[in-house]
């Protein structure tokens, strides 16, 4: 069964504090990644589709990257605002029922301390 | 404002009452998905619609649950007879083309279903 794994659960950073986020899957066939943003109480906001190995898609302080079995989302000298879960999600290549939905990984909680 | 549009967003039944859900996508947006997350879990794929269509339900329960995105006005999420464990948050997507490219969808601000 195709999965999507997230890591940490959960991330404490000072202000600043640069690290990443970890989004690995099991393949059959990847039709594109996802990176959303949640906020407690508010849907997934989207950040980044990526579609191939390689490619790396960035937005002021995030940076997502790509490889043939797990995705990255790079935060640079983060700020308190940049607190939330960041949820990964899979689009896999199957045909027919099944093929139009998003696998979700259960997200990394991201706390960025002042 | 644009974006993806759900009602109500907080919902509280009783069991065995029923409980529907509303969505609008986002303009020019003609395909509409639910998600649903319960506590402590992630987003779970439950249906794939089109105007007059349903494409890919395989994420439905097989009881009780049933959408409908009908030619004019809102797409619907209908829950009968709903029971506790029914309690989370229903949230609707929509992109402007078709479900299995790859291409990115766009998520409301979630319904949020209590059962007592």
């Known amino acids: 069964e195709d999965q999507v794994t997230q890591s940490p659960e959960a991330l404490r950073l000072q202000e600043g504090e640069s690290s990443s986020l970890n989004c690995s899957y099991t393949?059959?066939?990847?039709?594109?990644l996802f990176w959303y943003r949640q906020d407690p109480g508010k849907g997934p906001e989207f950040l980044f589709t990526l579609y191939s190995a390689g490619e790396e898609k960035e937005k002021e302080r995030l940076k997502a990257t790509l490889t043939k079995k797990e995705s990255f989302l790079h935060i640079t000298a983060p700020k308190p605002e940049d607190s939330a879960t960041y949820l990964c999600a899979v689009q896999f290549a199957y045909s027919g029922a099944g093929s139009y939905q998003l696998t979700f990984g259960k997200g990394t909680k991201l706390s960025v301390i002042p | 404002n644009a974006g993806v549009m759900q009602n109500p967003r907080h919902l509280v039944r009783r069991r065995g009452q029923e409980a529907r859900l509303r969505c609008s996508p986002m303009k020019g947006h003609s395909h509409v998905y639910w998600y649903r997350q319960l506590p402590e879990e992630g987003l779970k794929f439950m249906v794939y619609l089109q105007k007059e269509n349903i494409i890919d339900e395989s994420g439905m329960p097989k009881e009780r649950f049933s959408a409908e995105f009908p030619k004019e006005g809102p797409s619907i999420l209908r829950i009968q007879q709903v029971v506790r464990g029914d309690s989370a948050a229903y949230f609707c997507?929509?992109?402007?083309?078709?479900?299995?490219?790859?291409?990115?969808?766009?998520f409301g601000e979630g319904s949020w279903l209590t059962v007592v």
């Open positions: 997507a929509s992109s402007p083309t078709q479900g299995n490219t790859g291409n990115t969808i766009y």
């Open positions: 393949v059959s066939g990847l039709r594109g």
